[in-house]
């Protein structure tokens, strides 16, 4: 340790010079740009970071740039897995421009989601990722004020001038439903989210909606329970539908998570899935495959989703705006939770 650096003292750039005696541009360009310096010179230079323990003054960086290199995503609940694959694809592009992801969650509260995007933003975040198109009018305009890049995921941009990354939930919905009513199925509930400020719930219900036209058959008719997103939610919604319809043949869940409540409720209830009733999610997290019996659902591209969310902001950041929305497919993945309706006498 160099004699003038006490040991309460945090390390500089020019302690590290003096421990690899070598200029501070070089252990500059070592720690920004490896590959302009040689690698016994940044073996020399990395020895003495590690040894003293030295971290780059971040904030001194971001204040001369400009930037922070630092992005926020804000997801409406870490309570379940939905959003955590396509998080971890944007992180990871992220990290090919060594930046770093900041994450929060709105708990479904446009209050909430409103103070985190101002505290993101006083903090100098470059850019925002957030879920869906429903946000407060009052965020749109923060944003646009400051010119902060910003992406919507999950969806498709209702507004031109905003980037997404993202899919046609109703269509989806309305995919899935068609391949189960087309099986025989009349009687259907739908246990979905909170469809007030969620652009998503409220499309995947109109899809199935759509779906029940189409087929000649009333969409009012489709029983409807809306919840929280979990397991025990999904499990008393699924009793509810049931007492209040003995004769549904056919749940749909607005996701996964739901839907495994629902059939863990079913089980419970004695009723068989899918000869009794048949279940279907939204989402193909992991839980769908493993569950019993495993899961008819929608699999969205949650990695590729996060992946080119993260390439959107970091070209928007520079100014590029070459491919602004971009609408990625989804698919119906077929398991044994779904079956045609078998008559059942009254109970």
């Not at 003292?9 to 920004?32: F, G, I, M, W, Y």
């Not at 509930?189 to 087929?215: P, Q, W, Y």
């Not at 489709?222 to 319809?245: P, V």
Request: charged share 25%; aromatic share 4%; hydrophobic share 40%.
């Amino acid at each position: 340790m160099p004699a003038n650096l006490r040991s309460t003292d945090l390390p500089t750039l020019q302690d590290v010079a003096e421990a690899a005696k070598v200029s501070t541009a070089t252990v500059s360009r070592c720690l920004n740009n490896p590959e302009q310096v040689t690698a016994r010179t940044k073996k020399r230079v990395m020895d003495a970071v590690s040894r003293l323990g030295y971290s780059p003054n971040f904030g001194a960086r971001a204040l001369a740039a400009r930037r922070t290199n630092t992005f926020g995503a804000i997801i409406p609940t870490m309570d379940n897995a939905i959003f955590a694959r396509g998080l971890q694809a944007f992180q990871k592009a992220l990290e090919t421009e060594h930046a770093t992801m900041i994450v929060a969650s709105s708990s479904y509260d446009p209050d909430i989601e409103l103070d985190q995007i101002r505290n993101l933003v006083a903090r100098g975040a470059d850019g925002l990722f957030l879920i869906g198109n429903d946000h407060d009018p009052e965020i749109y305009e923060f944003l646009s004020r400051r010119n902060i890049p910003t992406v919507l995921a999950w969806t498709i941009s209702s507004d031109p001038e905003l980037a997404s990354v993202g899919f046609n939930n109703l269509e989806a919905s309305r995919t899935l439903a068609l391949e189960a009513l087309n099986l025989g199925h009349q009687r259907i509930g739908f246990i979905s989210a909170h469809t007030a400020h969620n652009d998503r719930a409220r499309d995947r219900v109109r899809g199935a909606r759509k779906a029940m036209e189409e087929l000649g058959l009333d969409p009012e008719a489709l029983r409807l329970e809306e919840t929280n997103y979990s397991i025990d939610c999904g499990f008393e919604a699924f009793n509810r539908l049931m007492a209040a319809d003995k004769e549904i043949t056919l749940v749909m869940c607005g996701n996964d998570v739901l839907a495994v409540g629902a059939l863990q409720a079913a089980r419970h209830a004695g009723i068989r899935i899918p000869e009794d009733v048949s279940v279907t999610g939204f989402d193909d997290i992991e839980l769908a495959r493993v569950v019993t019996p495993a899961l008819t659902t929608v699999h969205v591209p949650h990695r590729q989703m996060g992946r080119l969310a993260a390439q959107l902001l970091l070209e928007e950041r520079k100014g590029e705006t070459s491919s602004r929305h971009i609408v990625l497919d989804t698919n119906v993945v077929l398991r044994e939770s779904l079956a045609p309706p078998k008559f059942r006498d009254k109970r």
